[in-house]
């Protein structure tokens, strides 16, 4: 089995920074590509950000593009997520995932982490 933990969420105002980072333990996961995705109250789970194992590519959704970037360090087994100029909109609790490629779509992805709430006050 392989076991995400995420970390770094909390309470923000609008127009600062976060960085959430997931690490990844258990079983070996080759050439694995690992995601953000959050869930805001009454909502669905939303794609935030996705990235390769290469880290050569990284997709984003567009609410967040331009002011999120995923990264990934492989040694450490670690995705991060910089959130800069958050939004109110921006609360949700924040999930990570490894899934075979960087897809939009939850259902291209086998784990998932607890979650992190990430709260933006005015």
């Known amino acids: 089995q392989v076991r995400l933990v995420e970390s770094g969420g909390g309470l923000v105002q609008a127009g600062g920074s976060l960085r959430l980072s997931c690490a990844a333990s258990?079983?070996?996961?080759?050439?694995?590509?690992m995601a953000w995705f959050r869930q805001a109250p009454g909502r669905e789970r939303e794609f935030v950000g996705a990235?390769?194992?290469?880290?050569?590519?990284?997709n984003y959704a567009n609410s967040v593009k331009g002011r999120f970037t995923i990264s990934r360090d492989n040694a450490k087994r670690t995705v991060y997520l910089q959130m800069n100029s958050l939004k109110l909109e921006d609360t949700a609790v924040y999930y990570c995932a490894v899934g075979g490629s960087a897809s939009y779509y939850s259902q291209f992805y086998n784990y998932w982490g607890q979650g992190t709430q990430v709260t933006v006050s005015s």
């Open positions: 258990g079983r070996t996961l080759i050439n694995y590509a």
């Open positions: 990235i390769t194992f290469e880290g050569s590519t990284t």
